[in-house]
């Protein structure tokens, strides 16, 4: 058996309007072999039977509805791959994802994940899902944006199943507290889709959790340490680069 290049874990809860979409631009890469796995968190709509449709390509896992973070730490419990990525179940990978991000996880390169831009947009329910409303490419906290080596779970930990958001906040900030290096690609690597149920519609929902883990951060640092670094001094190592070839990697880890 052929073990994956990648394994993308894709949590589910209610997901039937999305989750093929998902898949298909999961499947609609054109580098790397790809491991696809859908953890079904207690859904109560049709969205195990889409999944089971799509069988044998994608791995379906059920379980009780446990939240977004139990969900993924089950998916990454069972991933094959040295590569993980990570994918809302009604968010979409643009189609150069792969080609752009992957080469900066090369076997030689000093990278332990890599980033990229998101952009938001919308879907007309009358127009066969038709994009609409799209938002220029920005960067943010936000986990499908991202490829990550297995390695960074063993290093940083699994996501907090105690929260019900923010936990990709969160697992970033511990993730840099860890010392990992991460790459930014200046191009669109995630979709957002926004629509009627997605959390960030709660009023204040960003802010309030942005403050409360940039607290939990100051928290362990200071107790880590006794010390805390200014927050603009502790981001700026952030590497940026628009450059995306197996050569330049290799140039600019041998610098």
Same mark, same amino acid.
């Given at each position: 058996?052929?073990?994956? /290049? ?22 609609? /890469? ?11 968190? !207690? ?8 999944? /089971? ?70 879907? %007309? ?10 938002? /220029? ?6 986990? !499908? ?15 907090? +199943?105690?929260? %019900? ?31 009627? !149920? ?44 628009? +450059? ?12």
């Amino acid at each position: 058996m052929t073990v994956p /290049q990648i394994s993308v874990v894709i949590p589910a809860h209610n997901g039937a309007a999305f989750i093929a979409d998902a898949i298909a631009s999961v499947r609609a /890469q054109d580098v790397g072999s790809t491991e696809i796995i859908v953890v079904d968190d !207690g859904s109560t709509d049709a969205t195990a039977e889409i999944v /089971q449709r799509i069988a044998p390509v994608v791995r379906l896992l059920r379980q009780s509805n446990s939240g977004a973070p139990a969900a993924r730490n089950a998916g990454i419990a069972v991933a094959q791959a040295d590569i993980v990525a990570l994918l809302d179940c009604d968010d979409l990978w643009p189609a150069d994802k792969l080609s752009l991000q992957l080469p900066w996880l090369a076997p030689w390169s000093v990278f332990d994940l890599v980033l990229g831009n998101t952009q938001m947009f919308r879907t %007309r329910a009358d127009a066969a899902g038709e994009a609409v409303d799209e938002t /220029q490419p920005f960067f943010v906290t936000q986990l !499908g944006c991202a490829l990550f080596r297995r390695s960074v779970f063993d290093r940083v930990g699994r996501f907090d +199943e105690t929260l %019900r958001y923010g936990e990709d906040v969160d697992f970033l900030l511990r993730a840099r507290e860890a010392g990992l290096r991460a790459k930014f690609v200046d191009a669109v690597t995630i979709r957002y889709r926004r629509h009627d !149920g997605s959390l960030t519609r709660v009023p204040g929902h960003s802010s309030l959790r942005l403050v409360a883990h940039l607290k939990r951060s100051i928290d362990r640092r200071r107790s880590a340490s006794g010390e805390v670094a200014p927050l603009a001094a502790w981001f700026a190592g952030l590497p940026r680069g628009r +450059e995306s070839s197996v050569k330049n990697t290799k140039m600019e880890n041998k610098g």
